[in-house]
């Protein structure tokens, strides 16, 4: 038998590729606890605590990419706003430099008028 399915027997006696082979594998057994009660109980305690704290470590940090999300969002609209401006003056610059343009050919005609 390859060594890759005698490994996943193994180590999972009841999962897809074991199913169907009795037999092949026997189930390793589950090593029994030689700790007294009270020191499983603080070991659990412990272990509680620290699940806890990871926890509003995790929530702590859910907020934070919130929080950081919704400033992302700010600046992008900040962004938006600042490229629609910059587009805006450009279209003033050039309605200046038209109407600028405009101006100096009607003051060139008005000298010719008053000078022929």
Known sequence: MPSRFLWVARWNPGGPMITGCP???????????TLAPEAESSIQAAMHAELR????????????????????????????????????????DREMARLSAELDRVHKRARNLTHP
């Open 23 to 33: 037999g092949i594998v026997t189930p390793t057994p589950r090593a029994t606890s």
């Open 53 to 92: 704290a990871v926890r509003e470590e995790r929530d702590r940090l859910r907020c934070e990419l919130v929080d950081s999300r919704a400033e992302v969002a700010d600046y992008r609209e900040v962004q938006t706003q600042l490229t629609r401006a910059r587009a805006r003056v450009a279209h003033l």
